[in-house]
């Protein structure tokens, strides 16, 4: 048997030793489980009232004037030895070392806490504060009782979770055993809460929009299909929340925002998540340059609330949030950040570049500002790390923006591009029904070509344009990529609470 067979034969068995310590642990907290039952204790008791948290007794603490407290949390580690031990025990907001003693509880309560009380187990607490010796703020324990028994073992040792399927499955273990999971989540919560402050503090109304839509729309995407029985219909769930949003513009709610989320049927990766976090906001009376400055001051007050500062690590990189965000276009962002020159990317050269680069397009009739943009995904995307807004996009990839009034064939839209990935995405809206509809029957010409992404035609939304859409700019901006740069995440995994994972 060579070396790699005895390893993989080596960790299997490993493996299957685990398993079997952990059942037969489960077995045994099973039992004293039942065992307390039979003793007249219930091992999920009803709620027993508390008065602080963990950290507040140590901000409470002052040397010498003991106080007493009601507190719970999740035991992490139990040291008994003898009449006496420690515990330290865990809540929601940090840690708490616990102090048992025989002489102080009782003899009975004393045993039962060593006979039935597992790492794992919340338990309720009632006692005074004191400092140890070693220094450490303290709970002499007068009172305790059992809230909940914790059937499995936790992550041995604390040192949190090192299988990333585990992690990603059972994400409630990794809150459990990692303070950085935890910190990453109410990061979340914050970068959230914030943006909603931002916006309304610029008189923006939030709103709930459909997650199955009748038709799909207001993004270039593969749509999730699901059937309402008793409407006998299919619906989409819904890849993005735009037109919607805009039908509640020309309804008069001029300012209008939702952060919820979109499903888009497509690959998973460490940037794509099929069901992510999106926020949309539409303002009439304004356009797509003010936007951009906006969205840029916006971002820059977010890195400064949650990093602290304006220069934030990413990966390898060092994000600079204090420079204006560089604005340019997809041409000459592959002239800057690859080897290309003005000649390989001009209209007689690009298709040859395309093959170069081994580029296939989805629509064989593609324009030449189409063919650029894909060059440019393809070849100078990635490079883009400071925060950059690209612009001058081509209409034929832009259904739903208005026209560049100067130049027709661009639209009037940005994206913008931070560590190489997409975070945001605005323009103009186009608010002419005419040239709306026919942009519509591009867009179904192109998905009967076999463009999946193509959009479909939308009468009803047609018509709501027809009742007068004013001059509006929208925008969207990715939460879950977002919230990966601001807390120097390379894993949209790690940022999504439930990933989508493949079956087991």
């Not at 030793?17 to 952990?22: F, G, K």
């Not at 204790?41 to 409470?60: F, G």
């Not at 990333?164 to 989540?185: A, C, G, N, V």
């Not at 179904?444 to 076999?450: D, I, S, T």
Request: aromatic letters at 10%; charged letters at 25%.
């Amino acid at each position: 048997m060579d070396s790699s067979k005895k390893q993989e034969k080596l960790l299997g068995n490993n493996l299957n030793v685990a398993r079997e310590t952990a059942h037969t642990e489960y077995e045994n907290r099973v039992e004293k489980a039942r065992d307390l039952e039979k003793m007249g204790d219930n091992p999920w008791a009803a709620m027993t009232a508390i008065d602080t948290t963990c950290r507040q007794v140590i901000d409470d603490f002052v040397e010498g004037a003991e106080k007493k407290y009601t507190l719970a949390g999740r035991i992490l580690t139990k040291r008994m030895q003898g009449k006496a031990g420690f515990v330290t025990i865990q809540d929601r907001t940090g840690k708490m070392q616990l102090y048992l003693r025989e002489d102080v509880i009782g003899a009975e309560s004393f045993k039962k806490f060593i006979d039935f009380i597992d790492n794992g187990d919340i338990i309720w607490c009632a006692g005074d504060s004191f400092r140890t010796k070693s220094g450490e703020i303290t709970i002499r324990v007068t009172a305790w009782s059992l809230l909940t028994k914790c059937l499995h073992p936790l992550p041995e040792k604390f040192h949190g979770i090192t299988d990333i399927e585990t992690k990603y499955r059972q994400r409630y273990l990794d809150l459990m055993t990692s303070p950085e999971t935890r910190e990453r989540f109410v990061k979340r919560s914050s970068i959230i809460r914030s943006i909603r402050s931002y916006l309304d503090a610029h008189d923006f109304c939030e709103v709930e929009t459909p997650m199955l839509h009748p038709i799909p729309g207001g993004a270039a995407a593969r749509p999730f299909i699901t059937h309402h029985n008793a409407l006998d219909t299919d619906f989409y769930l819904r890849i993005a929340p735009e037109l919607y949003l805009k039908r509640l513009v020309v309804g008069g709610i001029e300012r209008v925002y939702e952060i919820n989320r979109n499903f888009r049927n497509e690959g998973v990766s460490t940037r794509h998540n099929p069901e992510f976090t999106m926020i949309e906001f539409y303002m009439a009376h304004q356009e797509y340059h003010f936007v951009m400055s906006f969205v840029e001051q916006m971002i820059r007050d977010l890195a400064h609330q949650v990093c602290g500062s304006l220069q934030v690590p990413y990966g390898d990189y060092v994000l600079d949030f204090a420079k204006p965000f560089e604005r340019l276009s997809a041409h000459d962002a592959l002239i800057r950040y690859s080897t290309l020159t003005a000649t390989d990317i001009d209209e007689q050269a690009i298709d040859a570049t395309l093959v170069a680069h081994g580029i296939k397009l989805a629509n064989p009739q593609a324009r030449y500002g189409q063919k650029i943009f894909a060059l440019f995904e393809e070849v100078a995307e990635s490079k883009l790390i400071n925060p950059t807004y690209i612009i001058d996009f081509p209409i034929e990839t832009s259904p739903l923006a208005k026209r560049d009034p100067a130049r027709p064939h661009l639209a009037a839209r940005f994206e913008l591009f931070i560590a190489g990935m997409e975070i945001s995405n605005g323009f103009n809206e186009l608010n002419d029904p005419f040239d709306q509809a026919e942009r519509f029957k591009e867009q179904v010409k192109a998905h009967e070509a076999g463009d999946a992404e193509a959009m479909h035609y939308d009468a009803d939304y047609i018509t709501a344009l027809e009742y007068g859409l004013p001059p509006t700019v929208g925008c969207g901006i990715g939460i879950d990529r977002l919230v990966m740069l601001l807390t120097n995440t390379t894993s949209i995994k790690e940022v999504i609470l439930f990933p989508a994972l493949k079956r087991k």
